[in-house]
């Protein structure tokens, strides 16, 4: 039956109620026999859940209670679980964990998103040699692999492994092209289970760790969970911890009791309790029929729900060493942290009377060093008052000196320190061994001495790339210096051919891989290309290892350009388009064949060429936004799709003036986006995306606004003020329809289930429900019918059909046809119900039949507005632009 969850302190009981089916017949037991035998069947299942392993031998945690056995022999009964959840339930999170992960990563749908998202997040590397191998990358399977659970102080951490199967080639890439193609993987995981929703949006709880890509394509990762024992959510916005024991309990409880094998010696248990009672001649023939699970329902007491605990600092601040006063007594600030944490709700009267009482007494924002602009280099080095140490080291102490930021120790201390601890990352990094559009390899071992210095080539490679630009003075400086000590053009066993990583070959009486010549022995031995080594190596294992793929026509080194389909060329002799030019070398020529590589020379500028970009490298297209193009307003998506359509090239005039353009469309991704449903605390809430809201007299959708805004910083004006207007009609906590069921009136009655409200008019719409083609009619007759007001199947349909269903009796439109509810309502046969009745009115022949729902989802009512056919197709339009941008945005 149904199932409570109640917290007491740090302890937490889970009730289990249930049903046995037996032929116990109680009608002629006094009510002391009657007790009797409660304790005997009491007794006989608690052993038998005991031997069936169910419950562990002496474990006085779960216990079992007959409360009833009526006249029909039904045993009503509760298994109670008691928890203390800093102990008990780290091993079920850990369960649930990694059992969710492991259904999300096995779906097909979400290998395809990751293989779409390292192909994206690949596209703005500034090493080419990442964007070839990446481009095409295609995940084909997952698997899981051990799971750790470590504790630390009062926070334990679940760590699940596991290998990804993908096609990525490492072979080619140096070691610091493949630690940037680990972080784009890694990046690329992290990023679709946050859209999957496995992974809360912000939640730096679960973190996702990729520790190598081997030369088979193999990823092995990590996905890290952070737990804090008292509170251990898995997923904040969906299933608690607890929840998650009580389903498992139910579904092993349903999983013993439903045993047929199990029920009989349950039955023999009770005879032989009962041999010796007073009722033994009643119940000698005891038989335990059936199992009966009914119903589930979650009662959470003592715990917070909505927008999360009460946080006294806002983000950004720290909080201060400090005894206050505080309610008339004598305490400090952490106390005051701990106990508005643990006792009040983000937005509740508390918090906020704590907040505006002790906040700026117990709270600081902090000096920041890198407050001017820039990335913290936290292991970079500073000397500070004669004292060399880490930045990260130097915040510390700033931390535990209470320095707060805008004061003057905060402003001396930045002079020092923002230049060794902050850098801005060049839009193209300077790379030492690059030379023109050639790509040498890095010594990363070899040492040197520059600028009074001994360092490795390996870390001054590092230092540029991540520092300088590719045409500063520096990066010319350096690469004139030390390229010849650091940098070689390394053997490559296959050129311009691709590798079969997947192959082995024996050298030297060795088992190796084709790729490991490339990406080990060449590397490890500085293996020249065109020394008498490499050749050895090329002549002797080329013909194995090596393959050639289908020519290209507009392939020109690591970069794709785009085919002229249309335009005409000489080629063979007659007068050609290039479409077919591409198409029938793509079928019948090499890439390193002749007529490739001769068609490559001749016609590539006739038949090939670079597209126009909307953005310059590193800016986002910011989809949601409108411009004037060809002296028309457009949204920045129709003139996208314009440049693509039309095929204009880079460099033309029409490319060139769109200087305009690009300042309305394009945007530098912020270092903090502004996201309108995060609150001041860091909280997350819902979004109503498709509400209309009005801003500075311009009406979009909150889930339009919520992209724009995602173009400014976060603690930018624009971010607040937005904030302060749409906030509250923007977001929720929950569900829309867990909120209408949480906070259904009081006043709710048995009556019949309305699908409208009092004073709405029903109106004639065309929905699918428990995924059948259906009228909004149908539904109201069936649930007015069948369901009772304050039943949760009636909540939930109110809110999910009351848009297509309900009209306010003001707000009827000519196209809108009444059909029940208000005046159109009519009693059959003068009988008087609570609510309204069923309407009389004569449906439309091809109604479809009402089916009741096996199980009520909400995700099973879909509306059609079949009534409103003029606005179906705009909206369909207007839903598929609005994924496909918020796909975009998200990308980008």
Not at 364 to 393: A, F, H, Q
Not at 426 to 454: A, R
Not at 472 to 498: F, H, M, P, R, V
Not at 804 to 818: G, H, I, T
Request: contains cysteine.
């Amino acid at each position: 039956g149904e199932t409570s969850i109640t917290t007491i302190g740090e302890n937490t009981e889970i009730t289990i109620n249930g049903v046995l089916d037996t032929n116990i017949d109680t009608s002629s037991l006094t009510e002391t026999e009657k007790e009797e035998a409660k304790e005997v069947v009491e007794n006989s299942i608690q052993n038998t859940l005991e031997n069936k392993g169910f419950i562990p031998e002496n474990d006085e945690s779960i216990t079992v209670t007959v409360t009833d056995i009526d006249e029909q022999g039904q045993v009503e009964y509760e298994v109670d679980l008691t928890i203390n959840p800093v102990t008990e339930t780290l091993e079920d999170i850990s369960s649930a964990f990694v059992e969710e992960l492991d259904s999300t990563l096995s779906n097909p749908d979400t290998l395809e998103s990751i293989s779409n998202e390292i192909q994206e997040e690949s596209a703005v590397s500034s090493d080419p040699n990442v964007v070839e191998e990446l481009s095409n990358a295609d995940v084909s399977d997952s698997s899981l692999g051990e799971t750790s659970i470590t504790t630390t102080g009062e926070s334990t951490e679940v760590t699940a492994s596991g290998v990804l199967y993908t096609n990525i080639d490492t072979s080619s890439l140096t070691e610091t092209e493949k630690e940037e193609a680990k972080e784009v993987v890694e990046n690329s995981i992290q990023n679709t289970l946050e859209n999957k929703g496995f992974i809360p949006e912000n939640d730096e709880s679960i973190t996702v760790t990729v520790t190598d890509i081997d030369e088979q394509g193999q990823v092995e990762y990590e996905v890290d969970l952070t737990i804090s024992p008292k509170t251990g959510t898995l997923r904040p916005a969906e299933t608690t911890t607890l929840e998650a024991i009580s389903d498992a309990l139910v579904s092993q409880i349903d999983s013993t009791l439903s045993n047929p094998s199990i029920l009989e010696e349950m039955g023999n248990e009770i005879k032989t309790e009962w041999a010796d009672s007073s009722v033994a001649e009643e119940l000698s023939s005891i038989d335990i029929v059936d199992f009966v699970q009914g119903e589930t329902s979650v009662t959470a007491t003592g715990t917070a729900t909505g927008a999360g605990p009460c946080n006294l600092c806002n983000a950004g601040e720290i909080g201060l060493e400090k005894e206050i006063l505080f309610n008339g007594a004598q305490t400090s600030c952490p106390e005051v942290y701990r106990f508005l944490a643990t006792q009040s709700e983000a937005g509740s009267d508390s918090c906020i009377a704590g907040k505006k009482a002790l906040r700026t007494e117990c709270c600081m924002r902090k000096c920041d060093l890198c407050s001017g602009g820039g990335i913290p280099d936290w292991y970079s080095m500073v000397n500070v008052n004669g004292n060399s140490m880490t930045c990260l080291e130097l915040d510390a102490i700033v931390a535990d000196s209470e320095i707060q930021n805008g004061s003057d120790q905060c402003s001396q201390l930045l002079e020092i320190a923002a230049p060794a601890c902050c850098y801005e990352p060049p839009s193209k990094p300077c790379n030492m061994c690059q030379n023109d559009s050639e790509y040498n390899d890095v010594m990363t071992s070899v040492l040197v001495e520059y600028g009074g210095t001994t360092a490795t080539c390996g870390q001054i490679f590092n230092t540029l790339f991540s520092r300088e630009e590719h045409d500063s003075e520096t990066c010319a400086l350096i690469k004139q210096d030390l390229s010849s000590q650091c940098c070689y053009n390394k053997c490559s066993l296959c050129g311009a051919l691709q590798t079969n990583a997947a192959l082995s070959v024996m050298h030297d009486e060795t088992q190796l891989g084709c790729s490991e010549f490339d990406s080990y022995i060449f590397a490890s031995n500085l293996v020249e290309e065109g020394s008498n080594e490499c050749q050895a190596f090329q002549d002797e294992h080329r013909e194995n290892c090596c393959y050639d793929i289908s020519c290209s026509l507009c392939a020109k080194g690591n970069e794709l350009y785009t085919t002229k389909e249309t335009s005409v060329v000489q080629y063979s002799g007659s007068e050609v388009a290039c479409a077919e030019v591409a198409n029938f070398l793509y079928q019948q020529e090499m890439s390193q064949g002749n007529a490739c590589l001769a068609a490559q020379e001749n016609i590539f500028s006739d038949c090939c060429f670079q597209q126009c970009e909307l953005c310059e490298a590193g800016a986002s297209i910011n989809w949601a936004a409108a411009t004037t193009f060809n002296g028309q307003s457009q949204s920045c998506t129709d003139v996208y799709w314009i440049l693509v359509s039309e095929s204009v090239e880079a460099g033309t005039p029409t490319c060139s003036g769109l200087s305009q353009v690009s300042q309305d469309c394009c945007y530098q991704i912020p270092s903090q986006q502004c996201t309108l449903c995060k609150d001041g605390n860091g909280v997350t809430y819902n979004t109503r995306w498709n509400k209309d809201v009005t801003v500075n007299g311009i009406t979009k959708s909150c889930g339009d606004f919520n992209t724009l805004l995602a173009t400014q910083e976060d603690d930018s004006q624009t971010c607040s003020m937005a904030k302060d207007e749409i906030f509250d009609d923007c977001c929720f906590a929950g569900s829309d329809t867990l909120v209408a069921i949480g906070n259904q009136a009081s006043t709710d009655s048995d009556a019949p289930c309305s699908l409208c409200q009092p004073g709405q008019i029903g109106v004639s719409g065309d929905i699918f429900f428990n995924n059948n083609p259906t009228t909004c009619e149908e539904v109201y007759n069936f649930l007015i019918n069948s369901f009772q007001e304050s039943s949760t199947t009636c909540k939930s349909a109110q809110v999910n059909l009351s848009e297509d269903c309900c009209r306010e009796r003001d707000k009827l439109s000519p196209s809108d046809v009444p059909a029940f509810g208000g005046d159109t309502i009519a009693v059959s046969d003068g009988e008087s119900t609570a609510g309204q009745g069923s309407i009389t009115a004569e449906k439309p022949a091809d109604a479809g039949k009402v089916t009741p729902p096996t199980d009520f989802e909400f995700d099973t009512w879909t509306r059609l507005n079949g009534s409103r056919g003029s606005s179906s197709f705009a909206r369909l339009c207007s839903a598929i632009i609005g994924v496909f941008t918020i796909g975009l945005f998200f990308w980008s």
